[in-house]
């Protein structure tokens, strides 16, 4: 089970965001990634591996972490960040992802 | 530039089966995985299995287990989910997605390698089921 925290998180452009991602065992091989979702929208991959970014991802977004505890960390937030994020573990079956948390514009 | 277009959205009746699919363009159809996943309303991301497009070998979520059925078309690159035995919590938007990871090519043959990494995503489906 992926526990994502806050639920909910307020903030202003320019400020800088953290997101948390706990598992309740621990994900193998960091095989942790992060996803971007904004209204109507489908998800968008951000991190993978834990802290590698995807393809065209703006070096702002930066992920950490090991084992049970991981963290997506998100400066100088832009407009375009205030969104849902989901953390998905893939390193074992069946895929799963955490309930997300909302940042949204303080 | 790589999409995957999914058809449009469905209302269904409990206990009735519904079928989505999601053709690909911009890419070679064979060469990535496709998955399916689903977001319920006010729930999260759900993963629901994935299909091999060069082989038509499929794995479930145990979730999902005898209701659910992927099958691909080669010669249109098109990807399908069926989902049987409907119920109202099943009301959710259904994605398809490819897998991230690039495929292998040896002396000319393209092999589809799995990440379990998502990107991109196709528009979504809403499938309503209800009475």
């Known amino acids: 089970v992926l526990t994502q925290s806050p639920g909910t998180l307020a903030l202003s452009p320019g400020e800088r965001a953290t997101l948390s991602c706990r598992a309740s065992?621990?994900?193998?091989?960091?095989?942790l990634a992060w996803y971007q979702q904004k209204p109507g929208q489908a998800p968008r991959l951000l991190i993978y591996?834990?802290?590698s970014r995807a393809t065209a991802i703006p070096d702002r977004f930066t992920g950490s972490g090991s084992g049970t505890d991981f963290t997506l960390t998100i400066n100088r937030l832009e407009p375009e960040d205030f969104a849902v994020y989901y953390c998905?573990?893939?390193?074992?079956?069946?895929?799963?992802f955490g309930q997300g948390t909302r940042l949204e514009i303080k | 530039q790589v999409q995957l277009v999914q058809s449009g959205a469905e209302v269904k009746r409990p206990g009735a089966s519904v079928k989505v699919s999601c053709k690909a363009s911009?890419?070679?159809?064979?060469?990535?995985?496709i998955h399916w996943l689903r977001e319920a309303p006010g729930q999260g991301l759900e993963w629901m299995g994935w299909?091999?497009?060069?082989?038509?070998?499929?794995n479930f979520a145990p979730k999902f287990q005898g209701r659910v059925t992927m099958t691909r078309d080669t010669s249109i690159s098109t990807a399908y989910i069926d989902l049987s035995r409907l119920r109202s919590d099943d009301t959710a938007v259904y994605y398809c997605a490819r897998d991230w990871s690039l495929p292998i090519t040896t002396f000319g043959v393209i092999t589809p390698r799995r990440s379990n990494r998502f990107d991109p995503w196709g528009q979504g489906t809403l499938v309503t089921v209800s009475s």
């Open positions: 591996g834990a802290s």
């Open positions: 998905q573990q893939y390193g074992s079956s069946p895929i799963t």
């Open positions: 911009g890419y070679t159809f064979t060469a990535y995985y």
């Open positions: 065992q621990s994900v193998s091989s960091n095989s």
């Open positions: 299909i091999n497009p060069t082989n038509g070998v499929t």
